[in-house]
């Protein structure tokens, strides 16, 4: 009898230190294939739909007695007359009440803060409505009208909210410095499991983007928490296997963009040696050879940088 309570202890001890690493990784694998399905899913829906601007109203109008106030439909009409075209939607949520769609009002970002979900696209990122960036001779500016979100709930169980530009531009091929804002379109952050736990950026939430009116992409970046400094251009498509493993590899420039949407809700840690500058895995050829595309991460602002000389950082995505 001695022998088995044991037995009995020794199992239950083991029992109470796997259990919770075992648990952990079923739910990674789960939430792994439902971010799957789910891109697959809007990409499929996307590539449906006719362009992808001009959906509702964000506009200003003033009164006669000279008060201004802003005219906002567009991302709830985006939905009801866009989306839900072409795609099940069970549920649809206007601004002040994305909980009735399993929104939760706060969330974990990937280093552990705790932060409020942001309801208009200001509060994602107040340079997606505003931002003034100055280098050498160059000064860029670009600005839009706040936008308020809205949230929907797919056929699948899925939560999302959604931030909507009407008037998102197309790619034209730049190969000068611009700002990844206009290109924007939709930006959606997603729980897997609605308003159930942990609801933590990388686990159950995470988030889409999608750019340009036509011809639009879909990305989902799985970001790595921290960023890689001191790298140069040449060295850029090689760091993040070599420094944050195998599964993690450089963004793409429509990643990049979506990182930049998204940087409160990862992390507060985005400096990069002093910088604030992100490589990218798209090339440009210039005079002096083939460098990457970076981008100012605290502006949105692409930009080209001299070919193997500048030591700036990589926000590594999951392949």
């Known amino acids: 009898m001695a022998e088995i309570l044991l037995s009995l202890t020794i199992i239950g001890v083991v029992a109470a230190i ?16 439902q971010r799957k399905a789910l891109y697959a899913r809007m990409s499929q829906a996307i590539a449906l739909m006719p362009a ?3 959906y509702g109203t964000l506009s200003e109008e003033t009164d006669s007695a000279g008060s201004t106030s802003i005219i906002d439909t567009a991302a709830e009409v985006f939905i009801t007359d866009g989306l839900a075209k072409v795609m099940k939607i069970n549920n649809i949520c206007d601004n002040d009440h994305i909980e009735d769609c399993g929104i939760p009002l706060t969330y974990n970002t990937m280093d552990a803060r705790q932060g409020s979900m942001p309801t208009t696209i200001t509060e ?22 706040d936008t308020k979100a809205a ?26 410095w611009y700002f990844a804002q206009p290109k ?33 992409v879909v990305v989902a970046p799985m970001p790595y928490r921290n960023v ?9 498509a090689t760091a993040c296997t070599h420094q944050a493993g195998e599964e993690y590899r450089i963004p793409t420039k429509d990643e990049l963009a979506s990182l930049f949407v998204n940087k409160d809700l990862i992390s507060d840690s985005f400096t990069t040696g002093g910088t604030y500058h992100w490589y990218s895995s798209s090339k440009i050829v ?24 500048s030591n700036w950082g990589i926000l590594c995505v999951k392949r």
């Open 184 to 216: 924007i379109c939709a930006n959606m952050i997603y729980d897997l499991n609605g308003s159930k736990g942990p609801n933590t950026i990388g686990k159950d939430i995470g988030f889409m983007t999608i750019l340009y009116p036509t011809d639009s």
């Open 286 to 309: 210039q005079s002096t050879g083939i460098t990457n595309w970076v981008m100012v991460a605290n502006y949105g602002e692409y930009r080209i940088p001299e070919v193997g000389t």
């Open 52 to 54: 992808l601007n001009g």
């Open 228 to 236: 890689i400094t001191g790298v140069t251009s040449d060295e850029a």
């Open 18 to 33: 796997t259990l919770p690493s075992l648990t952990g990784n079923i739910n990674e694998r789960t939430w792994n294939t």
């Open 124 to 145: 994602l990122n107040d340079k997606m409505t505003s931002v003034s960036y100055s280098y050498s001779y160059t000064h860029n500016t670009y600005s839009m009208l």
């Open 151 to 176: 949230a929907f709930e797919t056929g699948n169980g899925e939560s999302i909210l959604t931030f909507y530009n009407p008037n998102c531009v197309t790619n034209m091929g730049e190969t000068d």
